[in-house]
Each structure stands twice: as C-alpha cells, then as structure tokens.
C-alpha cells in the first residue's frame, strides 16, 4: 500500500533548478569561484543553502557573511517572476493522482511557499510542505526531512514514496526504506539518478501509471 507521495519541489513541481544555476554562475564568479554549469550541478542540486555556504567557505579559505547571497537576489527573483512555471507535465500528473501527498524539500518554507504560489500548486499542498532547512537537523541526503514527513502526517515510513530529481534527495528516500521515482529532466545524468529501489523515469505525465504499477506489485 502508498499511503503517502512526497515530492522534492524544485526541478519536481516548479522549474526553478536552471534559474537557480543561472545565478550560482554569477554569485560564484562574483565570490572568486568561477564555475560552469556542469560543475554547479553536480556540487549543488539538491542541497540546501546551508550545506553550499559551507563548500564555497571551504572552497575560498574564508567566511562569508550571512547575508553574501543577497546582493544576486534581485538577479535571481527578477527571473523567477518572469520565468518560473510548473515542471512539464507535473499538473497533469497531480491531477490524475489521488494519493495523499505532501513536499519534502531542502529549500526554506519561504522559497517553497514562493515558488508553489506562483506555478500556482500551492493549495494542493497547503499545510503539508516540509523543509529540510528549517524543520530537522539534516537536510538531504540524510534520511531526517523524508522521516519527519512521516512521522508528523501519522504515515509509515515503509508506505511512503518518494518522488526526486537529484542524487541527494534519492538517497535520503533511500537512507529512510521509502521506494523512489527518479526524474530525469535532461539536467542531471539518468546513471546518477539509478539506484536500489529507484525507478528513473522522464515523463512526468508517466507518474500517475507508475505509482499505481509500484502499488500493485
């Protein structure tokens, strides 16, 4: 039985992953670590500001200020608002899924909340959104953030699955026993996705046939 669906949010439900790394490529050059795409995505989707902080200070030798990110906020908010839309074929595949669900997600309550208010998907999960930034002691990989969804909606973590598109968050679902869809979107290798208990999929259109597969078996 799936008695829970939890979605990562960004590169799951909103697009946001390209505009987030549009500006890593400012912000990191800005800093003294110029950084191509490629590399930003491999060191960075999927984790939380905090744990980026971290490898840039290490990086640099130095410690940045706490608010080093906001001189490229309007850069990257001005995108946002411009650009920001669902994930291909997420609104169709909510629609077609009647499984409780829930977000899991590395990033602030405010950005998830933000994010989802503007693809317009925040109703649906209103009430139900957890963050790995503020709500437990670890974020992704470690398994916290998938366990305390759990946990606060009363769900064995045995009947929950988990929907993600970077290597982190699957092994957090899979740190945490919870079976895993894997989305390729073209950004991250489908190989880095792959793993025990993970099906990779590049369709979200597809989602709703695969949980009812993963149900049946």
Same mark, same amino acid.
């Given at each position: 039985?799936?008695?829970?669906?939890i979605f990562?949010?960004?590169g799951v439900?909103?697009d946001?992953e390209?505009?987030? !790394?549009?500006?890593d490529a400012?912000?990191l050059?800005?800093l003294?670590?110029p950084?191509g795409e490629?590399e930003?995505?491999e060191?960075f989707?999927?984790r939380?500001?905090?744990a980026m902080?971290a490898?840039?200070?290490?990086?640099?030798?130095?410690?940045?200020?706490t608010?080093?990110?906001e001189?490229?906020?309007?850069l990257?908010?001005k995108?946002?608002?411009?650009?920001?839309?669902p994930?291909?074929g997420i609104?169709?595949a909510?629609?077609?899924?009647?499984?409780?669900?829930?977000v899991?997600?590395?990033?602030?309550?405010?950005? !998830?909340r933000r994010?989802?208010?503007?693809t317009g998907?925040?109703d649906?999960?209103?009430?139900? !959104?957890f963050?790995?930034?503020?709500d437990?002691?670890e974020g992704?990989?470690?398994p916290?953030?998938?366990?305390?969804?759990?946990?606060?909606?009363g769900?064995d973590p045995?009947?929950?699955?988990?929907v993600?598109d970077?290597?982190?968050?699957l092994a957090?679902?899979?740190?945490a026993?919870?079976?895993?869809?894997?989305?390729?979107?073209g950004?991250?290798?489908?190989?880095?996705?792959a793993?025990?208990?993970?099906?990779?999929?590049?369709?979200?259109?597809?989602?709703?046939e695969?949980?009812?597969?993963?149900a049946a078996?």
């Amino acid at each position: 039985m799936i008695e829970l669906v939890i979605f990562d949010c960004d590169g799951v439900l909103i697009d946001s992953e390209r505009i987030a !790394i549009r500006t890593d490529a400012v912000a990191l050059a800005s800093l003294g670590w110029p950084m191509g795409e490629e590399e930003i995505i491999e060191r960075f989707v999927g984790r939380s500001h905090a744990a980026m902080t971290a490898e840039i200070e290490a990086h640099l030798g130095r410690t940045l200020p706490t608010d080093w990110w906001e001189p490229f906020r309007p850069l990257h908010d001005k995108a946002v608002t411009e650009e920001l839309a669902p994930v291909d074929g997420i609104v169709e595949a909510l629609a077609a899924i009647d499984l409780p669900s829930c977000v899991g997600s590395n990033s602030s309550h405010r950005w !998830i909340r933000r994010g989802l208010t503007l693809t317009g998907l925040y109703d649906r999960f209103a009430g139900r !959104i957890f963050s790995g930034a503020e709500d437990v002691a670890e974020g992704k990989p470690a398994p916290d953030l998938f366990l305390h969804a759990a946990r606060a909606l009363g769900v064995d973590p045995a009947a929950c699955v988990v929907v993600e598109d970077s290597p982190l968050g699957l092994a957090a679902a899979r740190a945490a026993g919870m079976p895993s869809f894997g989305y390729y979107s073209g950004m991250i290798p489908a190989e880095r996705l792959a793993g025990p208990g993970t099906v990779v999929f590049d369709d979200m259109r597809k989602l709703p046939e695969l949980l009812r597969m993963l149900a049946a078996s």
